[in-house]
């Protein structure tokens, strides 16, 4: 799965949910952020997409596919991870106990095998108010985390602030051009059309990487010397 023998190269992991995930091909033009993320890396770098769409903390952590990542992952190598949507569903967990007592497994085991730990907290949902402002549907799971990282020293990408910006610079319609909106009959995969407000389209995962990009520049985190420049 990852290639141990060279040593030069760092593995980048990621976990997550449906935001970030791979979408197989049934469902494009569906897709996480993580499936465009190793396009914007030379070839120094390698991306191990973890994410599974309906996945919590606990979720992920319970299907085994945190101690895959952690049988894998190796020093000076990254785990970056984003949890929140499904935290909120019934199988899931309560912001400031389960949630960040499970964060914290991830961070540990990260920093156990010498690894750099980076949070990330979810990408807001589209939810516009009849003002035209995004309304948080997150409650307090990604207040929960910031404190998390700042309690436990984790660097951390504030991506629910930094999708509130790039939504509201968009505004309501032009802001469907990065999720699956689709008329009837415009896709194959989706012949009676679709209005999602949580996934993103190809374009739009593109676009939700580069600014996961800019929180890795603005970190300062030495993945920064091995990124492409980006349009």
Same mark, same amino acid.
């Given at each position: ?100 007592? $499970? ?5 540990? %085991? +990260? @920093? *156990?095998? &010498?690894?750099?730990? =980076? ?77 999602? $407000? ?5 374009? %739009? +995962? @593109? *676009?939700? &990487?580069?600014?996961? =990009? ?18």
């Amino acid at each position: 799965m990852v290639n141990n023998a060279t040593s030069k190269r760092i593995n980048v992991f990621l976990a997550g949910d449906s935001t970030m995930a791979n979408c197989p091909n049934f469902e494009k033009p569906m897709a996480g952020w993580g499936q465009m993320f190793s396009e914007f890396f030379t070839e120094e770098i390698r991306v191990y997409n973890f994410a599974k769409g309906g996945a919590s903390t606990n979720t992920f952590i319970e299907l085994g596919h945190l101690a895959i990542i952690l049988d894998f992952i190796q020093q000076d190598d990254y785990l970056f991870i984003q949890f929140g949507h499904n935290d909120q569903k019934s199988y899931g967990t309560e912001p400031y106990t389960t949630y960040t007592s $499970n964060l914290e497994k991830y961070v540990i %085991g +990260a @920093r *156990e095998k &010498g690894a750099n730990p =980076i949070l990330l907290t979810s990408v807001h949902r589209r939810n516009f108010n009849e003002k035209g402002e995004i309304v948080n549907s997150l409650g307090d799971y990604p207040k929960a985390m910031i404190e998390l990282a700042r309690k436990l020293e984790v660097p951390l990408i504030n991506m629910w602030e930094k999708t509130e910006k790039l939504y509201q610079s968009l505004g309501p319609e032009e802001s469907k051009k990065l999720f699956v909106w689709l008329e009837e009959k415009e896709h194959p995969n989706y012949p009676n059309g679709l209005q999602d $407000n949580t996934h993103f389209c190809e374009m %739009g +995962a @593109r *676009e939700i &990487g580069k600014h996961v =990009i800019k929180g890795i520049k603005e970190l300062q985190l030495p993945l920064l010397t091995s990124i492409k420049a980006i349009d």
